[in-house]
T-cell receptor, first 115, second 113 residues
Framework: AQSVTQLDSHVSVSEGTPVLLRCNYS??????LFWYVQHPNKGLQLLLK??????LVKGINGFEAEFKKSETSFHLTKPSAHMSDAAEYFC?????????????FGSGTRLLVRP | NAGVTQTPKFQVLKTGQSMTLQCAQD?????MYWYRQDPGMGLRLIYY???????DKGEVPNGYNVSRLNKREFSLRLESAAPSQTSVYFC????????????FGSGTRLTVV
């Protein structure tokens, strides 16, 4: 079965400092992994996705994530936080069941950016 | 604008009332999904429809029913609302292919009192 664990429920950084949001996954096959962002009272927006091509994936707004199979991790990083990055971030793994594709969500990490 | 449209955006129900949440997509996607979002729990799958004419239960289907009316529309019905169904509901659709991401609607905030 596929699952995903986000290791921090809250992360607080100062503006201009690096961001690291941690995610570990469990999958019985080579997974597709995604990061979604949700700004307050908004829907979900795809930041980036890993689909078995390059292990370092670049997304929108300067975010990137590295797929590490040996560590079963897919951590999200950004070199320099901006105030507009304050949001909730979800690590997501794709699952296949009865030939149907579903997304399994982590519980989310809320990113706070201090001025 | 292409995407997933959900209605209504906000709703307050009394316990025992019924209502239907509407979802439509104009991207010709085969698969559609209903999720609920609760604090600290991420998004949990309620029901999904892999293609027109099929529906299947997700992780938390109790208390809900769905209808895939046609390829575009996928509705979620609460027959007898309960306070435990207070949540934010998201509809999503997905295109073809192993690595195809989902497109989400903007959500429906439902409060059951």
């Amino acid at each position: 079965a596929q699952s995903v664990t986000q290791l921090d429920s809250h992360v607080s950084v100062s503006e201009g400092t690096p961001v690291l949001l941690r995610c570990n996954y469990s999958s019985s096959y080579s997974p597709s992994l995604f990061w979604y962002v949700q700004h307050p009272n908004k829907g979900l927006q795809l930041l980036l996705k890993y689909t078995s091509a390059a292990t370092l994936v670049k997304g929108i707004n300067g975010f990137e994530a590295e797929f590490k199979k040996s560590e079963t991790s897919f951590h999200l990083t950004k070199p320099s936080a901006h105030m507009s990055d304050a949001a909730e971030y979800f690590c997501v793994v794709s699952a296949i069941s009865d030939s149907s594709y579903k997304l399994i969500f982590g519980s989310g990490t809320r990113l706070l950016v201090r001025p | 604008n292409a995407g997933v449209t959900q209605t209504p955006k906000f709703q307050v129900l009394k316990t025992g009332q019924s209502m239907t949440l509407q979802c439509a997509q104009d991207m010709n996607h085969n698969s559609m999904y209903w999720y609920r979002q609760d604090p600290g729990m991420g998004l949990r799958l309620i029901y999904y429809s892999a293609s027109e004419g099929t529906t299947d239960k997700g992780e938390v289907p109790n208390g809900y029913n769905v209808s895939r009316l046609n390829k575009r529309e996928f509705s979620l019905r609460l027959e007898s609302a309960a306070p435990s169904q207070t949540s934010v509901y998201f509809c999503a659709s997905r295109g073809q292919g192993l690595d195809y991401g989902y497109t989400f609607g903007s959500g429906t905030r439902l409060t059951v009192v």
